[in-house]
C-alpha cells in the first residue's frame, strides 16, 4: 500500500504564493511519476504537472505553465509544488497522484494512487 498526504493548502490573496507538499509512505518503490491535479467545485479533476521519477522530466498546464514549478526529493519521499502569482482561477481542492509506470499523462485515470487533497483558495 502506498499512502500519500498533502499540505500547504491555505488562503491567499491574488498575486500571492503558496507550497504544497505531498508526502509518501509505505510502498514507495511502486511509484515512479507523481503530479498534482485539482478540482474546482463543479468541474471535473484536471491535471495541473507532472514529474518524472529522476525529476529530469517535467510537465505543465498551459494554465499555470510560467507561474508554478513541480519538483521531488526522492530521499524524502516528498513531491512539491511551488505555485507564484496565484489566481483566483487556481481555487480548488489539489491532489498528489502517483503511478507505476515513467510516462506523464494528463488523464487522472491514469494514475493509481492518490492523496485527499489540500485546499487552495485564492481571493481577488
Known amino acids: 500500500q502506498v499512502q500519500l498526504v498533502e499540505s500547504g493548502g491555505e488562503s491567499v490573496q491574488a498575486g500571492g504564493s503558496l507550497s504544497l507538499a505531498c508526502a509518501a509512505s509505505g510502498r514507495t518503490l511502486s511509484i515512479t511519476v507523481m503530479g498534482w491535479f485539482r478540482q474546482a467545485p463543479g468541474k471535473e479533476r484536471e491535471f495541473v504537472a507532472g514529474?518524472?521519477?529522476?525529476?529530469?522530466?517535467?510537465y505543465y498546464a498551459d494554465s499555470v505553465k510560467g507561474r508554478f514549478t513541480i519538483s521531488r526529493d526522492n530521499a524524502k519521499n516528498t513531491m512539491y509544488l511551488q505555485m507564484n502569482s496565484l489566481k483566483p482561477e487556481d481555487t480548488a481542492v489539489y491532489y498528489c497522484?502517483?503511478?507505476?509506470?515513467?510516462?506523464?499523462?494528463?488523464?487522472?485515470?491514469?494514475?493509481?494512487?492518490w492523496g485527499q487533497g489540500t485546499q487552495v483558495t485564492v481571493s481577488s
Open positions: 497522484a502517483g503511478r507505476r509506470t515513467n510516462t506523464i499523462p494528463p488523464d487522472p485515470n491514469e494514475y493509481g494512487y
Open positions: 514529474i518524472s521519477w529522476s525529476g529530469r522530466a517535467t
